[in-house]
């Protein structure tokens, strides 16, 4: 059974699939969803209704729903029975499981089930629309996305299935199916665009032989400064000859990101973006790139503000900037968790974003969802010390530093940082001793860290 688009379409549905898409600019939802329903009985190839379909039920139902049963469905309930129907006959079994979506259109079990029926019918766009419905819905839901992700290598989507895997590694960072699928298929869909076949190699690939020892001369570490303009400036004449290709773009993007010229790293990433089909990475590549400009243009402002403390007018000007530029870094940080909210990373950059900008109730939150990835939980909690210090709410601030100095053990610059906001803290509160013995810690290792040696040793005096 093969999937169609609304061209194809018979002739005597077309006109319900106009009312739809009327009904739907009008918001008028249920009425579009009877007619979607209608169309999708006879014709259950239509991918873009059945998107649509969603659109409308999950505007009507107020979205996913947070909890569920398991798989979704209870016990001796319509979805059990579903389950019968699925295994007798898929085709006719899909309208009664769209029907059961009305009620729950992002229900896992439901969806999984759908799949299942369209699989068998071999609409696999259709198949695969079941589960990404449950992955955008239902980030947490991991035995689904390993089944998505396996449906795509089936069909050498590793590209696809790469994307699912990072999903899973969001959710569960200590995945292991997860972690070697996600190495794989990188691997898998680099051959895959490179058209690598068993009989064929990097050198058989390259023009000559000059370019294969050029790319692997460039490819050695530590490159000195002069020779990563060499390269720079080899690359830009590559570019210029081909704007459009994403692998020289994507290395221009790599070579000013090592050169630290962020305004230049930015917007090559961000070229390479708009190049690609989507990827998540050189747009997140892009935004960060973004942030380090805009960190560097308040260091040079605020370096000259230093270098003329009177100079009122640069001072204005330095103000002016710092309160743009953070309201940007904020932005850029709501857009980054409001496409994944879930990533752990992205709410403690918009949890820092908002601290720098001094909206300390605001960036709680963030920080405190930001905790649950272990590799980055000291930062955060030092982070929200020093938030909860700065709203002088010192008890909580101390709560957050200790349980950072629990997951520390040599002393590091990390560990040196808590211990000495730590003590600042202890010493604001009026005890001393505490204090002291923070500045200690950090005096034993390192004498020239801060003020420590001046603080220590006048507690002798």
């Known amino acids: 059974m093969p999937e169609i688009t609304d061209k194809e379409l018979p002739q005597s549905v077309r006109p319900y699939w106009l009312k739809a898409l009327s009904a739907v600019e009008v918001k008028n939802h249920a ?53 019968g129907a699925a295994k007798k006959d898929p085709a006719s079994a899909v309208p009664l499981i769209e029907k059961e979506l009305e009620k729950d259109p992002f229900n896992d079990g439901l969806n999984d089930l759908l799949h299942d029926c369209l699989l068998k019918m071999e609409l696999f766009d259709s198949a695969a629309f ?79 032989q000059s370019e294969f020892q050029e790319l692997e001369a460039a490819s050695r570490a530590g490159m000195t400064k002069d020779q990563m303009y060499e390269k720079r400036d080899r690359l830009i004449a590559r570019y210029n000859e081909d704007p459009n290709n994403l692998g020289n773009a994507k290395e221009l993007a790599n070579i000013f990101e090592q050169l630290e010229d962020w305004e230049n790293a930015t917007t090559f990433y961000d070229w390479a973006f708009s190049l690609s089909n989507g990827d998540a990475a050189l747009k997140t590549k892009g935004r960060q790139m973004s942030d380090k400009f805009i960190a560097q243009q308040m260091a040079t402002l605020q370096a000259a503000v230093e270098a003329d403390p009177d100079n009122a007018e640069l001072r204005a000007q330095l103000d002016e900037v710092l309160k743009a530029r ?7 940080a709501k857009q980054r968790v409001d496409e994944n909210p879930t990533d752990p990373q992205l709410r403690f950059e918009l949890g820092s974003a908002l601290y720098n900008a001094g909206d300390y109730s605001a960036a709680i939150p963030h920080l405190q969802q930001a905790k649950s990835n272990p590799h980055i939980r000291t930062k955060v909690l030092l982070l929200l010390g020093r938030t909860f210090k700065a709203k002088s709410m010192f008890d909580l601030s101390l709560k957050q530093l200790s349980d950072a100095l629990a997951d520390l053990h040599g002393m590091d610059n990390i560990k040196k940082e808590v211990l000495y906001d730590k003590g600042l803290i202890h010493d604001e509160m009026g005890d001393k001793a505490a204090a002291l013995d923070c500045f200690k810690q950090i005096y034993e290792v390192d004498y020239g860290y801060r003020d420590v040696a001046q603080r220590v040793e006048s507690s002798y005096s």
């Open 326 to 332: 953070s309201a940007e870094m904020v932005a850029n």
């Open 130 to 208: 079941a589960l990404e419905t449950v992955r955008k819905s239902h980030p947490d839901n991991t035995k689904n996305m390993h089944k998505l992700a396996l449906f795509y290598l089936e069909r050498g989507r590793a590209d696809a299935a790469g994307e699912v895997y990072n999903d899973i590694l969001k959710a569960e960072p200590t995945d292991a199916k997860a972690i070697k699928g996600s190495k794989d298929c990188a691997a898998q869909h680099s051959m895959q665009r490179q058209n690598w076949t068993e009989n064929s190699s990097v050198r058989d690939l390259m023009k000559d």
């Open 31 to 83: 009425y579009a969803v009877t007619l979607l329903q209608a169309i999708l009985k006879d014709n259950p190839g239509f991918l873009v209704g059945r998107e649509l379909l969603r659109k409308c039920e999950g505007y009507l139902t107020g979205g996913p729903k947070k909890k569920q049963k398991i798989f979704g469905m209870e016990s001796g309930g319509p979805g059990m029975k579903l389950q």
